[in-house]
């Protein structure tokens, strides 16, 4: 029984050190992809304000234009919908 016990260590040896080997991979794997995860969900959410933005701003560009007002006033009608969309959905 014994030789069977001294067969077996150096395989469970193996698969304890394969195992650890694993945990710390995946650890180093998910502790790298923090920072992408983080940017991933940054960069969506500057692409959803900007293209909001420039909506908002096409919007009051063709109002401006319909009654006469200058155009430099399309820029707040922009802002205005960012400010709105910033206030009610990220708080």
């Known amino acids: 029984m014994e030789a069977v016990r001294l067969s077996k260590a150096p395989e469970n040896k193996r698969k304890d050190e394969e195992l650890t080997e694993s945990v710390n991979r995946y650890t180093l794997r998910k502790l790298l992809n923090l920072p992408i995860d983080i940017f991933r969900g940054v960069a969506r959410d500057l692409i959803g304000i900007g293209l909001t ?20 006033f399309s820029w707040i009608g922009g802002l205005l919908v960012v400010g709105l969309l910033v206030a009610f959905y990220y708080y």
């Open 53 to 72: 933005f420039f909506a908002a701003t096409g919007v009051a560009a063709g109002i401006c234009l319909y009654y006469g007002f200058p155009l430099v």
